[in-house]
């Protein structure tokens, strides 16, 4: 079996994995790197439960190969708290509710943080579309959105206190 | 120990409140272990190989070149999963499910499945494998499979139900009959009659984990099985069952359930796994891809129905009929039964009858989703109760209000209501601001009601005390939404002690007793019930420790606030003994500290729920976007009212999705044409707005907390109310669910006419 030995930052952490040519991001990343936060829901980019950050862009880790992962930098949600601190988004959605199974929670915590870097204050429709790409089949989306938006205030007002 | 489960109206301390959930943590980390997520050494990957074909018989499948491929190490068909003796008959149906004998009955229906050492080869064995098919004739409509020149599926199904017995099968599986009355006499009474006929599709639950398990099975035929699941002990008594195994030697653990609204409850892929596992002799992983979900588990019914309503010019309904053919799948189920005990249960009507049928047809079969087989009857009851409101005149939420089910009503299908939500529900309604809000172009509003059973059954619970006086709860029902919260919340207000002195665990089957599945809203329920019973039993050996510790008589004992104390003026100057002191001394007064319950937990409270929905129609692509929605709906005692909550909205969302997008689109050749979420369109969040609730409770005299099941029945309106609202935007009435944007604007340019019979008015 031919395959690719690939070096890529995951998480912070140099990391190394060897995988066949044809497999997929999200596959190398839940079996040859143990990331088990990533969740399959379709494998054909459209429900986001796979979604992690490539170079700092939001992508579907199924459209991904693993090969392609080669020198650049991920992050997936167990790269989201830092030093045993949850991410106001992890804190937000366990106090707002804002999963019930919890299969999705991953995926949108990483979309949510991808919109709330590059915005740090959404609109309920900025919030609304930046999620459109994640599939949650138990909230209605309500409380999610509501967990997004009391994040975003909470992190603004951090970063205000700092400055 | 008997317990009595009637209400008791006690104040509570903790109930209510809006506590963090035990497993919150790990579900934002990605540490939460799923039905994939799980692994044993030298594991291999299983696959499953599906029929191209809606219906074909099997000539012969010839696995020895998929069985020659290196890396193979199992390959099972049929022959492999031989019917045990004395199994019984719907357990057999759900093994054929499982794995085709002799046929395929729809498009995906298994018929051969590996085990290789990588995804990789058992894709490839999957190719090797050579299956002969000799396709035969299909249906997958339900009406046109209950016609008499339909293609038979099954030689053996005769229906059942009918007077006299049939002399040859045909595809309708039984006929069911529900009601009330002289429905003759009634509708000639009716001054305005409205008889519509009606098409659902079919939708699927469309959890976002795919059905998942890991396998193991050892040579001396014990066995494990890790699984996403609703219930793992009906998973393992039905999979020992079909496997010919001992119950007590198969464990099932359930995973983390990444969604499962009903879907869950069936066992689909994992006998065949069992039975990699068992050929192989190591453990399988099998995942189903999305296309296997859509495509060979579980929708729903697609259904067709004539709705007839009768009422009176002073809005009193006199007379009501249903015939509601409901598609069952492959294999008959009871579908149809259930809309015809839903479907008129929101209403006094003195003279009604719903008749029912199970009709098989080439399509996966279904299960349930829910409330299963309510929403659909909803979409009929309630438009029709729209139009027929309108036909005499009155405003359609003062009609219901009318004509609402009380307290003490004889219900259409049997029970004789005890306190109920409907009337509440309506009056919220009628109420509520968000009825007199301006509307714009293109915008209407409609509301419309629901009804769900709820269920209780068989639990088991324990309950122990740790040496520091925490609280460990393990219960059998499956959190699906949250449940472990709201049963940490019970079993620390029964103690007296704080939330966060409890820990909620779900039981392997190995670890407690047989707990029937978290379906039919039962899992706070019953798990709640028992949990309730378990408290005051661990209580009881609190008490008599504690009368050890002071050495007085048990009686002159008290469990308050969470401390023992003693009563009496013979024992004033003693110190309340708390939980924690008690549990320190336990290994010296009898050793370990708990409390057991076993129970059918009978007395579940219905549910009812009225919604309204505010939608805009975008007239030239046919595109609706609801822009406002409530939800009024009675939950008994809301335990944790966030998850409450939760399940509102998301039933909420599931019906919205149904109604405008959601369906299972079929070719001529039988074979299912959008298996995938690209094309079975779900909502996303930017088609929804913020989902606003209302919680009533309106306390069920069967749960010592009041509590009924809540997380059904919000499903069950948003059909109708989406189809009123539509009627009330633009005055097209659809009688077609998904009133996707192509129906839409088809009704648009016939000006609706040409889908509308007339009202008659006699």
């Given at each position: 079996?031919?395959?690719?030995?690939?070096?890529?930052?995951?998480?912070?952490?140099?990391?190394?994995?060897?995988?066949?040519?044809?497999?997929?991001?999200?596959?190398?990343?839940?079996?040859?790197?143990?990331?088990?936060?990533?969740?399959?829901?379709?494998?054909?980019?459209?429900?986001?439960?796979?979604?992690?950050?490539?170079?700092?862009?939001?992508?579907?880790?199924?459209?991904?190969?693993?090969?392609?992962?080669?020198?650049?930098?991920?992050?997936?949600?167990?790269?989201?708290?830092?030093?045993?601190?949850?991410?106001?988004?992890?804190?937000?959605?366990?106090?707002?509710?804002?999963?019930?199974?919890?299969?999705?929670?991953?995926?949108?915590?990483?979309?949510?943080?991808?919109?709330?870097?590059?915005?740090?204050?959404?609109?309920?429709?900025?919030?609304?579309?930046?999620?459109?790409?994640?599939?949650?089949?138990?909230?209605?989306?309500?409380?999610?959105?509501?967990?997004?938006?009391?994040?975003?205030?909470?992190?603004?007002?951090?970063?205000?206190?700092?400055? | 120990?008997?317990?009595?489960?009637?209400?008791?109206?006690?104040?509570?301390?903790?109930?209510?409140?809006?506590?963090?959930?035990?497993?919150?943590?790990?579900?934002?980390?990605?540490?939460?272990?799923?039905?994939?997520?799980?692994?044993l050494?030298g594991q291999l990957v299983g696959r499953i190989l599906?029929?191209?074909?809606?219906?074909?018989?099997?000539?012969?499948?010839?696995i020895?070149?998929a069985e020659?491929l290196p890396g193979v190490k199992a390959v099972v068909t049929?022959?492999d999963?031989?019917?045990?003796?004395?199994?019984?008959?719907?357990?057999?149906?759900?093994?054929?499910?499982?794995?085709?004998?002799?046929?395929?009955?729809?498009?995906?229906?298994a018929?051969a499945a590996v085990a290789a050492i990588d995804a990789k080869t058992a894709r490839k064995a999957l190719?090797?494998i050579?299956?002969?098919?000799?396709?035969?004739?299909?249906?997958?409509?339900?009406?046109?499979?209950?016609?008499?020149?339909?293609?038979?599926?099954?030689?053996?199904?005769?229906?059942?139900?009918?007077?006299?017995?049939?002399?040859?099968?045909?595809?309708?599986?039984?006929?069911?009959?529900?009601?009330?009355?002289?429905?003759?006499?009634?509708?000639?009474?009716?001054?305005?009659?409205?008889?519509?006929?009606?098409?659902?599709?079919?939708?699927?639950?469309?959890?976002?984990?795919?059905?998942?398990c890991l396998a193991n099975i050892?040579?001396?035929?014990?066995?494990?099985?890790?699984?996403?699941?609703?219930?793992?002990?009906?998973?393992?008594?039905?999979?020992?069952?079909?496997?010919?195994?001992?119950?007590?030697?198969?464990?099932?653990?359930?995973?983390?359930?990444?969604?499962?609204?009903?879907?869950?409850?069936?066992?689909?892929a994992?006998p065949v796994a069992l039975a990699l596992s068992r050929k192989a002799n190591r453990p399988v992983k099998l995942v189903?891809?999305?296309?296997?979900?859509?495509?060979?588990?579980?929708?729903?019914?697609?259904?067709?129905?004539?709705?007839?309503?009768?009422?009176?010019?002073?809005?009193?309904?006199?007379?009501?009929?249903?015939?509601?053919?409901?598609?069952?799948?492959?294999?008959?189920?009871?579908?149809?039964?259930?809309?015809?005990?839903?479907?008129?249960?929101?209403?006094?009507?003195?003279?009604?009858?719903?008749?029912?049928?199970?009709?098989?047809?080439?399509?996966?079969?279904?299960?349930?989703?829910?409330?299963?087989?309510?929403?659909?009857?909803?979409?009929?009851?309630?438009?029709?109760?729209?139009?027929?409101?309108?036909?005499?005149?009155?405003?359609?939420?003062?009609?219901?209000?009318?004509?609402?089910?009380?307290?003490?009503?004889?219900?259409?299908?049997?029970?004789?209501?005890?306190?109920?939500?409907?009337?509440?529900?309506?009056?919220?309604?009628?109420?509520?601001?968000?009825?007199?809000?301006?509307?714009?172009?293109?915008?209407?509003?409609?509301?419309?009601?629901?009804?769900?059973?709820?269920?209780?059954?068989?639990?088991?619970?324990?309950?122990?005390?740790?040496?520091?006086?925490?609280?460990?709860?393990?219960?059998?029902?499956?959190?699906?939404?949250?449940?472990?919260?709201?049963?940490?919340?019970?079993?620390?207000?029964?103690?007296?002690?704080?939330?966060?002195?409890?820990?909620?665990?779900?039981?392997?089957?190995?670890?407690?007793?047989?707990?029937?599945?978290?379906?039919?809203?039962?899992?706070?329920?019953?798990?709640?019930?028992?949990?309730?019973?378990?408290?005051?039993?661990?209580?009881?050996?609190?008490?008599?420790?504690?009368?050890?510790?002071?050495?007085?008589?048990?009686?002159?004992?008290?469990?308050?606030?969470?401390?023992?104390?003693?009563?009496?003026?013979?024992?004033?100057?003693?110190?309340?003994?708390?939980?924690?002191?008690?549990?320190?001394?336990?290994?010296?007064?009898?050793?370990?500290?708990?409390?057991?319950?076993?129970?059918?937990?009978?007395?579940?409270?219905?549910?009812?729920?009225?919604?309204?929905?505010?939608?805009?129609?975008?007239?030239?692509?046919?595109?609706?976007?609801?822009?406002?929605?409530?939800?009024?709906?009675?939950?008994?005692?809301?335990?944790?009212?966030?998850?409450?909550?939760?399940?509102?909205?998301?039933?909420?969302?599931?019906?919205?999705?149904?109604?405008?997008?959601?369906?299972?689109?079929?070719?001529?050749?039988?074979?299912?044409?959008?298996?995938?979420?690209?094309?079975?369109?779900?909502?996303?969040?930017?088609?929804?707005?913020?989902?606003?609730?209302?919680?009533?409770?309106?306390?069920?005299?069967?749960?010592?907390?009041?509590?009924?099941?809540?997380?059904?029945?919000?499903?069950?309106?948003?059909?109708?109310?989406?189809?009123?609202?539509?009627?009330?935007?633009?005055?097209?009435?659809?009688?077609?669910?998904?009133?996707?944007?192509?129906?839409?604007?088809?009704?648009?340019?016939?000006?609706?006419?040409?889908?509308?019979?007339?009202?008659?008015?006699?």
């Amino acid at each position: 079996m031919s395959g690719v030995l690939v070096t890529t930052t995951i998480n912070g952490d140099a990391v190394q994995f060897a995988c066949p040519e044809e497999e997929t991001l999200l596959d190398a990343l839940r079996d040859r790197v143990g990331l088990l936060g990533v969740k399959e829901g379709c494998g054909t980019g459209d429900c986001g439960a796979c979604s992690i950050t490539l170079d700092g862009r939001l992508v579907c880790s199924c459209l991904v190969l693993g090969a392609e992962a080669e020198g650049r930098e991920i992050t997936t949600v167990e790269g989201l708290s830092e030093g045993g601190q949850l991410h106001p988004l992890q804190e937000s959605f366990i106090s707002h509710a804002a999963l019930q199974c919890g299969i999705c929670t991953p995926g949108f915590l990483v979309a949510a943080k991808s919109l709330l870097d590059r915005n740090p204050d959404p609109s309920e429709t900025e919030i609304r579309y930046a999620l459109a790409g994640n599939l949650c089949r138990c909230t209605g989306y309500d409380k999610i959105v509501r967990a997004v938006q009391n994040a975003a205030k909470q992190i603004r007002e951090r970063s205000a206190q700092s400055a | 120990m008997k317990h009595d489960n009637s209400y008791t109206g006690q104040d509570f301390k903790v109930i209510g409140t809006r506590v963090r959930r035990p497993d919150g943590i790990d579900k934002v980390t990605g540490r939460a272990r799923y039905g994939a997520d799980a692994s044993l050494p030298g594991q291999l990957v299983g696959r499953i190989l599906r029929s191209p074909h809606a219906h074909a018989r099997i000539k012969a499948i010839d696995i020895s070149k998929a069985e020659a491929l290196p890396g193979v190490k199992a390959v099972v068909t049929a022959d492999d999963l031989p019917l045990p003796e004395g199994l019984p008959g719907d357990v057999a149906q759900m093994l054929e499910n499982s794995m085709a004998r002799g046929r395929a009955l729809y498009d995906g229906h298994a018929v051969a499945a590996v085990a290789a050492i990588d995804a990789k080869t058992a894709r490839k064995a999957l190719q090797l494998i050579e299956v002969d098919y000799e396709p035969l004739p299909h249906v997958t409509d339900v009406d046109a499979a209950m016609q008499p020149d339909a293609p038979v599926i099954h030689d053996w199904l005769y229906t059942s139900g009918v007077d006299p017995k049939p002399e040859k099968p045909s595809n309708i599986a039984q006929r069911t009959e529900f009601g009330l009355g002289d429905i003759e006499a009634g509708f000639a009474k009716a001054d305005v009659v409205i008889e519509r006929s009606y098409k659902t599709e079919a939708t699927h639950q469309g959890y976002i984990e795919p059905h998942a398990c890991l396998a193991n099975i050892r040579p001396d035929g014990s066995g494990e099985l890790w699984v996403t699941t609703q219930g793992p002990f009906v998973y393992r008594n039905v999979c020992a069952q079909m496997l010919g195994m001992d119950i007590a030697k198969l464990k099932v653990t359930s995973s983390e359930i990444g969604g499962g609204f009903g879907g869950k409850t069936h066992v689909w892929a994992e006998p065949v796994a069992l039975a990699l596992s068992r050929k192989a002799n190591r453990p399988v992983k099998l995942v189903m891809t999305r296309d296997e979900v859509f495509r060979a588990s579980g929708p729903t019914s697609s259904t067709s129905m004539d709705i007839k309503l009768g009422a009176t010019r002073d809005g009193t309904l006199v007379a009501a009929r249903a015939e509601m053919r409901y598609g069952d799948g492959a294999f008959p189920g009871i579908w149809g039964m259930l809309s015809c005990m839903t479907c008129f249960a929101c209403y006094e009507i003195a003279n009604c009858k719903a008749i029912g049928y199970d009709v098989v047809q080439n399509r996966p079969k279904v299960a349930a989703y829910r409330a299963p087989s309510a929403p659909m009857a909803a979409f009929g009851v309630e438009s029709a109760m729209d139009e027929l409101a309108a036909a005499i005149g009155m405003d359609p939420v003062e009609f219901r209000l009318k004509n609402a089910s009380r307290e003490g009503g004889q219900s259409h299908y049997g029970p004789v209501w005890g306190p109920i939500g409907i009337r509440a529900t309506l009056e919220a309604v009628r109420d509520h601001p968000h009825m007199k809000a301006p509307l714009g172009p293109n915008q209407g509003r409609g509301m419309a009601c629901g009804f769900w059973f709820n269920i209780g059954g068989q639990t088991c619970s324990d309950l122990n005390v740790g040496v520091d006086g925490t609280v460990t709860l393990t219960v059998g029902t499956v959190d699906v939404g949250g449940s472990r919260a709201s049963l940490g919340l019970i079993a620390a207000e029964e103690l007296g002690i704080p939330y966060e002195q409890v820990q909620v665990n779900i039981a392997d089957t190995g670890s407690l007793g047989h707990n029937d599945m978290t379906e039919g809203s039962r899992g706070t329920f019953s798990s709640g019930m028992a949990a309730i019973f378990a408290a005051r039993n661990t209580i009881e050996v609190l008490r008599e420790r504690a009368a050890k510790m002071w050495d007085i008589p048990v009686e002159d004992v008290t469990w308050e606030a969470g401390q023992a104390v003693a009563k009496g003026s013979a024992h004033g100057n003693l110190k309340p003994l708390s939980l924690k002191d008690i549990a320190a001394k336990s290994p010296k007064t009898g050793g370990p500290i708990a409390g057991h319950n076993e129970v059918v937990a009978d007395g579940a409270g219905v549910s009812f729920a009225s919604h309204i929905c505010d939608i805009e129609v975008d007239p030239e692509t046919g595109a609706t976007k609801v822009i406002r929605y409530t939800v009024v709906q009675d939950a008994g005692k809301a335990i944790h009212p966030d998850y409450v909550e939760g399940q509102f909205q998301g039933g909420a969302a599931q019906g919205i999705g149904w109604a405008l997008n959601e369906e299972y689109i079929y070719g001529d050749d039988g074979r299912l044409q959008n298996a995938g979420f690209l094309d079975y369109r779900m909502p996303v969040c930017s088609d929804l707005p913020f989902i606003d609730t209302m919680i009533l409770e309106i306390p069920n005299p069967g749960h010592p907390y009041g509590v009924r099941g809540v997380g059904e029945t919000s499903i069950v309106p948003p059909l109708a109310a989406i189809g009123n609202a539509l009627s009330n935007a633009v005055g097209v009435r659809m009688h077609h669910v998904p009133m996707s944007p192509p129906r839409i604007l088809k009704a648009l340019r016939e000006d609706g006419q040409a889908d509308r019979g007339p009202a008659k008015v006699a």
